[in-house]
């Protein structure tokens, strides 16, 4: 059902903006999303995603690598599951210029 894979998208966003445990980081891993981040909504048409963030997802961000590694944790986060194959990225609503370097 749609509602379901909807919550289970949203869901995995949530533990991605909550960043790695103490365990996991001590494994190496780590987050590039700053901390604060908060997800506004998200909606599935088809094969394609629309996630919004708050504006925290962009505060102080800058460089094409910082941007690429955020679009990258969001992208490889959602696409994971079968059926998805493309992930719009919205700060507030709205998709202009979000995350360009």
């Not at 708050?54 to 959602?78: K, P």
């Not at 998805?84 to 998709?95: M, Q």
């Given at each position: 059902?749609?509602?379901?894979v909807?919550?289970?998208?949203?869901r995995?966003?949530?533990?991605?903006l909550?960043?790695?445990?103490?365990?996991?980081?001590?494994?190496?891993?780590?987050?590039?999303?700053?901390?604060?981040?908060?997800?506004?909504?998200?909606?599935?048409?088809?094969?394609?995603?629309?996630a919004?963030f708050?504006?925290?997802l962009?505060?102080?961000?800058?460089?094409?690598?910082?941007?690429?590694?955020?679009?990258?944790?969001i992208?490889?986060?959602?696409?994971?599951?079968?059926g998805?194959?493309?992930?719009?990225i919205?700060?507030e609503?709205?998709?202009?210029?979000?995350?360009?370097?």
């Amino acid at each position: 059902d749609g509602k379901g894979v909807e919550d289970l998208l949203s869901r995995s966003l949530k533990d991605l903006l909550r960043g790695p445990d103490p365990a996991e980081q001590g494994e190496g891993y780590y987050s590039s999303l700053n901390p604060g981040v908060k997800l506004l909504g998200l909606k599935r048409e088809g094969p394609k995603v629309y996630a919004d963030f708050s504006r925290e997802l962009e505060d102080g961000v800058a460089g094409s690598c910082q941007t690429m590694a955020i679009r990258a944790q969001i992208n490889d986060t959602l696409r994971q599951f079968p059926g998805i194959d493309e992930v719009v990225i919205l700060v507030e609503g709205s998709a202009e210029n979000v995350l360009q370097p």
